[in-house]
Structure formats: C-alpha cells, structure tokens
C-alpha cells in the first residue's frame, strides 16, 4: 500500500491572508498479477471488466489497469551460498546467463546478494549482465570484498535465509522507482542465523509490491530428507504463494525452463490498483482476492498487504 498525500495552495491577489489548502490523502493499494487458462497458458487481452478486486471480502473499484510488457523491471538475485548450496548456482551460472539475457533490456536493473551468515551485495543495481556475472565469479573463487547488505549482525550459525529476502526488499526494491518488482532466490528455505522472521520478510515484500520467485534444491543426506529440509521446503512454497510468485524445485524439473517461465511471468504481469475503502492503517491484515469474471481462469497474485 503506498500513501499519496497532494497540498494546494490556491495564492491570493496583494492580500496577506492565509491562502486555503486542500489535503488528500489516499489509501492507493498496487497488485501485480497474472492469469492462467484452463491448459496453464498465460491469458492476454484482459481488461478491468474481466475482472473483481475484493479487500477483506467487499468489493472495490479498480483505479488503474494495465498490462504493461514493457514497464521497467528491477530483479534482485538472492543466492545461498551457505555449505548446502554453494555448488548449486555454480553447475546452472551459464543458464542463469542465458536467462538474464532473455529477460533484461535496456531500462531494466539487477543486482546481485549473496548469502550465508554474512549478507554480500555482490553486485548493486545495474543494466549490466557482464558485472553481475562478474560479480558471482569472484565471489564463487572466494573474493569476500564486498558491502554488507543492511546492518552488520553477529551470526554464530551459517545461513541466514530471511534476512537476505528482507533486506534485499527494504534496502534495494523499496528504494526504486516505479515499474515492476521481483526476486529470484536460490536456496533450500533453511535459516538458522536471520534477525528477521519468514512474515517479516513476506510483509514487506507484500508492501513493496514484490513478487518472489524459488528455486529450491535441497541436500538429502543419505538419500532422505529431515524435518529441518521438509521445514526449508514449505518455507520456498509459501513465500512465492503469499506475493504472487512461484516455487520450481531444481531437481525434479528441467532449469532452463523453469529459467523461462520465470521470464515469461514477469513479462506478462497485470498491474492495477485500487483505493482501499478501509481508510484506516492500524498494522492489521487486509486479504485481497481478484476474482475473474471469465470462467476457467486462475489468478495469481500476493495475498494481501499489513495496512501499515
């Protein structure tokens, strides 16, 4: 949810009266989606009219509508790079490539995070693909000369999972202007070291506006899984669920594709907005459904946002 709050100031002739002033403010709540037929294909050609929008159950009027390919995209890249994980991005780095060529143009933004118990902004927001994949490599061959992402804790344990997606939100897609929002995280969804917890980092991700996307891979050890990797996987399902993203597991499935479905997605997003007919910002949580009109589609979208 963002608030916009306009002053006039109407001026007066010679007179030193107090010119009038006329405040607004204004509950404007953005929702990123996207649409699916009945065969899983992204639906085009939608307008406002296909659709409802409903905050808490009563139905609201849409401001603003568009499907918009071309707005500007900033992506952050979250990487595990704690014991379990540091070889994943290293055998997939030339499809993780091929994919940010596909998906970056000109007027998109990028940065890179790399994450155990230290959170490393290996490369910040760029259009270059050259530096972020630079970036990695020097990193991958244990270059460790780069700034702390938020503030510097003091972490006993090795990965620290839900301060890398908070921070990347707060301290990087907060900060951006306009356009359209995402992560791409690389890990097994295990934390054992964050400040933060897995709602905060939803939340704010939620209220930036944020779509987070997962692609999980988990380390069975002796060919099994623990509680503590089923735990890291329900962690990279609910967090793409709750802002309007999606989980791939790595290992089940083919990564390229799952590199350009990704793609695909973020490029053909809805975006609209409406004015909250619940004016008030008391922390609570508002649950935004969109409901089509159309029969036989789904959407996908972030649950709802904390009217902070």
Do not use: W
Request: charged share 25%; with cysteine; aromatic share 8%.
């Amino acid at each position: 949810m963002r608030a916009f709050i306009v002053l006039v100031s109407l001026m007066t002739c010679s007179l030193c009266q107090e010119p009038p002033r006329i405040r607004v403010d204004v509950n404007l709540v953005n929702v990123a989606f996207t649409a699916r037929d009945t065969q899983g294909a992204l639906a085009a050609g939608l307008t406002q009219d296909d659709l409802e929008v409903f905050e808490d159950a009563i139905l609201q009027k849409i401001s603003f509508f568009a499907r918009s390919a071309n707005v500007p995209l900033t992506l952050g890249l979250i990487v595990d790079a704690s014991g379990s994980q540091e070889h994943f991005v290293k055998a997939h780095r030339s499809h993780l490539e091929a994919f940010l060529h596909e998906v970056l143009g000109p007027q998109d933004r990028a940065f890179l995070v790399c994450f155990g118990n230290h959170l490393r902004l290996v490369s910040d927001l760029s259009p270059s693909i050259a530096l972020l994949m630079d970036g990695l490599e020097r990193f991958d061959h244990g270059d460790r000369r780069f700034p702390e992402l938020g503030p510097i804790e003091d972490r006993e344990l090795g990965t620290a999972f839900y301060d890398a997606l908070y921070y990347a939100v707060t301290e990087k897609l907060q900060k951006a202007e306009g356009g359209r929002r995402a992560l791409i995280v690389f890990s097994d969804g295990e934390d054992n070291s964050s400040a933060h917890h897995m709602m905060d980092a939803i939340e704010a991700a939620q209220l930036a506006d944020t779509r987070i996307f997962c692609l999980r891979y988990t380390e069975r050890k002796h060919g099994r899984l623990t509680a503590r990797n089923k735990y890291g996987m329900r962690v990279m399902e609910r967090v793409p669920r709750e802002t309007g993203g999606a989980d791939f597991d790595a290992e089940q499935g083919d990564i390229r594709a799952e590199f350009h479905e990704i793609g695909v997605e973020l490029r053909a997003s809805y975006e609209l907005a409406y004015i909250s007919t619940n004016p008030v910002r008391d922390g609570t949580f508002r649950k935004v459904v969109i409901r089509p009109k159309r029969p036989g589609l789904t959407v996908r979208s972030k649950t709802g946002y904390f009217a902070r």
